[in-house]
């Protein structure tokens, strides 16, 4: 369990939460709730309602849809943040690789949050354009790879 200190200390230096306020910062950790899960442990499933945002305290996870893995996220990266913002189901699972200690910031603290200062909306927007622009890297190098395997056909 991590004192309120250390909380704010952590929250501080992840990503969506840059450039704001350490007063806002307070009472934004103070909102959140800590969650531990053990290695090999199912947080989010894919297809579910989202209605909170994970930021990864200690440990790693995997974001997989069935056996194809998507990405491994570590200390201090976040997921579940579209279905916060979108109220879809779950686009991928996140599973434990081994034992995990996360944040969790539900929905409405989030809106709260945001309404308070646009800067979080700002990084959260920063966050979803970089894993988008990686996913259209990724495309991009299949569609050449795929172009070169792919055998000239002429009738």
């Not at 531990?36 to 199912?42: E, I, L, Q, V, Y």
């Not at 686009?91 to 539900?106: D, G, I, Q, R």
């Amino acid at each position: 369990m991590l004192s309120s200190v250390d909380r704010l200390l952590f929250v501080r230096k992840v990503n969506i939460f840059n450039e704001l306020r350490d007063d806002f910062l307070v009472r934004l950790a103070s909102v959140m709730q800590e969650l531990s899960f053990p290695a090999g442990h199912p947080i989010v499933k894919y297809g579910e309602e989202g209605r909170s945002l994970y930021i990864i305290v200690s440990g790693r996870v995997r974001v997989h849809l069935g056996d194809r893995e998507l990405a491994e996220l570590v200390q201090g990266q976040c997921f579940g943040e579209m279905s916060v913002f979108d109220a879809e189901p779950r686009s991928a699972s996140v599973t434990t690789l081994e034992s995990c200690e996360c944040l969790t910031l539900t929905q409405q603290h989030l809106y709260e949050a945001i309404e308070e200062t646009s800067g979080l909306a700002i990084n959260v927007i920063r966050l979803l354009s970089r894993r988008i622009r990686g996913i259209n890297q990724e495309v991009d190098t299949l569609k050449d790879e795929m172009s070169l395997i792919k055998p000239n056909l002429h009738f």
